[in-house]
């Protein structure tokens, strides 16, 4: 029971260079979710998808791409990385409908360093 | 557009003593989450709290809603230092809609001394 997982944990890149954030969850969630959480400024969602081929633009969708072609993935690319992108980047899930305390789960979260 | 105000901001207490958290939010809502991360770690779910004047409590730790205030309140009594981390309230846009996205406070870093 695996939850939420992202891959990578850590990543350092280079100004310019691009990369894709995977999250996968096994709870057959209908929504799922990224955020960025700098200090001081809580957690800021990024895009969200409320099923599979659905996306949509959240707080702080600028730089950021994402695609949800499997139920169980959504990932988040960065097409040109910036050192304003340096973050902590959060997936989370969520079923539609039947959840007894309508809760969101998480994932451990991927620390990611532009230079 | 939400808003979600916590404050404050920084809590440094001494153990043994009791201290309470505010969450204000500015549009309806009728759900309110508190989360616990610790340093380097993800968000831990505390309390989901679904109706007006709800409360719920586990262990030192208290929650209520007041969704005609519009306030969440999270009571620490008796702090020990195990409850040193930082605690966010989240509450969701559009509840009754098809989005539930969270919307957080900037979270309360909170320092339990001996």
């Known amino acids: 029971n695996a939850g939420v997982t992202q891959t990578p944990k850590f990543r350092v890149l280079k100004t310019g260079q691009s990369m894709t954030l995977l999250c996968a969850q096994d709870m057959n969630h209908e929504y799922m979710y990224w955020y960025r959480q700098d200090p001081g400024m809580g957690l800021r969602l990024i895009h969200y998808s409320v099923g599979e081929g659905t996306t949509a633009k959240g707080e702080v969708p600028d730089g950021y791409n994402v695609s949800r072609l499997k139920k169980q993935n959504f990932l988040l690319g960065l097409e040109s990385a910036a050192p304003s992108q340096t973050s902590v980047y959060f997936c989370?899930?969520?079923?539609?409908?039947?959840?007894?305390?309508?809760?969101?789960?998480f994932g451990s979260g991927t620390r990611l360093t532009v230079v | 557009e939400l808003k979600v105000e916590q404050n404050p901001l920084f809590l440094s207490m001494q153990e043994g003593k009791n201290y309470t958290i505010y969450c204000n939010y500015s549009t309806t809502s009728d759900r309110l989450y508190w989360y616990r991360q610790d340093p380097g770690k993800s968000l831990e779910s505390l309390f989901v709290?679904?109706?007006?004047?709800a409360v719920k409590q586990e262990g030192r730790l208290m929650a209520s809603l007041d969704t005609k205030a519009r306030l969440s309140t999270l009571h620490i009594t008796a702090a020990v230092h195990d409850l040193s981390a930082t605690y966010f309230c989240a509450v969701v846009l559009n509840s009754g809609g098809s989005n539930y996205k969270l919307t957080f406070g900037k979270g309360t870093l909170l320092t339990v001394n001996p």
């Open positions: 709290l679904l109706s007006n004047g």
């Open positions: 989370a899930s969520r079923k539609l409908t039947g959840a007894t305390n309508y809760g969101y789960t």
